[in-house]
């Protein structure tokens, strides 16, 4: 290992969060800042710019691991921006208090927004619910937790499934859930008052980008007359989309999907997989942030006052 790799501990993490074992916008985000204070508490160098330069290498193999959600950039963004000093003691003490800071501040957030969601909940709804979102979830709880009794009608989210952790924490919030395949979704929507969905990143035009399925999804609840809204603190808008960029949407392996075994047995197909698609603003009646709740359209003024014009990118090699 020279000075500029990342520690093994780092290197665990990133391959946790590139084979999901480590999964959801905000669990993400929360292992990247924690990963980076373990590499500076781990780093023994007496050079302020190799410590800098060992960070940095961390901070990119962290970012290499899935492209989508935009707490990952934005976690290692908070974190690098805060390394300041003269010292190698001072470096360091900047990134383990800018991590601890940053998971703090995730935490509330995720509370904060929760008392937002839960008040567009009445007493009596049911939820409809797509993929495993840590953020919709807090919804759902706190609106329990004021006494509302809520019902959840949980989407199973293939290829993997995601749908089945929601499933299991619903009920051990006490939510009575009931588990449907992806297509059913539409028959089940005259059954729900609101379809309650995540997010990977928002886009400065109030495009949410979430679990392959969330767009489809929302162009049948509109149509079904089903409020639909995205749970998400700040940390999922993606300030590189105010200069116009696009998001990148994860394409994953094809044995997500398909069994190697019986793909060899039906003979040669293609196969796709990507892992996220781009619900267009007029579908979304709703972004619940820890800030308030936002129309779509009107979320890049929080985005501009948060981020400013544009996104650094302190990980690269100067
Ligand atoms: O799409 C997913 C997870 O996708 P994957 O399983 O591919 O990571 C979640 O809805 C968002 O990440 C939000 O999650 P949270 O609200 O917990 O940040």
Wanted: hydrophobic share 40%; aromatic share 2%; with cysteine.
């Amino acid at each position: 290992m020279t000075d500029h790799e990342p520690v093994p501990a780092v290197a665990a993490t990133a391959e946790e969060i590139a084979t999901m074992e480590i999964r959801g916008a905000a669990a993400i985000a929360d292992a990247a800042a924690r990963a980076l204070a373990t590499q500076a508490e781990a780093i023994d160098v007496d050079d302020p710019e190799a410590f800098r330069a060992s960070m940095r290498a961390a901070a990119r193999t962290l970012h290499e691991t899935r492209p989508t959600a935009v707490s990952l950039p934005n976690a290692l963004r908070y974190v690098l921006q805060r390394m300041n000093g003269r010292t190698v003691d001072e470096l360091r003490r900047g990134v383990t208090s800018a991590s601890a800071a940053f998971v703090d501040q995730l935490d509330r957030a995720q509370e904060d927004l929760a008392r937002v969601g839960a008040n567009r909940l009445a007493d009596g709804d049911t939820v409809m619910t797509h993929c495993h979102s840590t953020d919709a979830l807090a919804c759902i709880e706190e609106a329990v937790d004021q006494g509302k009794s809520i019902s959840a009608v949980v989407k199973e989210t293939r290829p993997r499934n995601q749908g089945h952790i929601t499933a299991e924490q619903l009920r051990d919030a006490g939510v009575p859930v009931t588990l449907i395949v992806d297509s059913a979704a539409r028959r089940y929507l005259d059954e729900v008052d609101h379809v309650l969905v995540g997010a990977d990143s928002i886009a400065a035009d109030g495009g949410v980008i979430n679990k392959i399925g969330t767009s489809g999804l929302a162009v049948n609840a509109r149509e079904r007359g089903v409020p639909i809204m995205t749970a998400a603190q700040t940390i999922k808008l993606h300030p590189e989309t105010l200069t116009g960029h696009t998001v990148e949407i994860e394409m994953r392996a094809e044995e997500e999907v398909i069994d190697p075994v019986v793909r060899d047995e039906i003979g040669e197909i293609a196969v796709e997989n990507p892992a996220f698609d781009v619900t267009p603003p007029r579908y979304m009646d709703a972004i619940v942030t820890e800030h308030g709740q936002f129309p779509p359209e009107s979320i890049v003024t929080l985005m501009r006052e948060l981020f400013g014009e544009g996104a650094e990118e302190p990980w690269a090699e100067p």
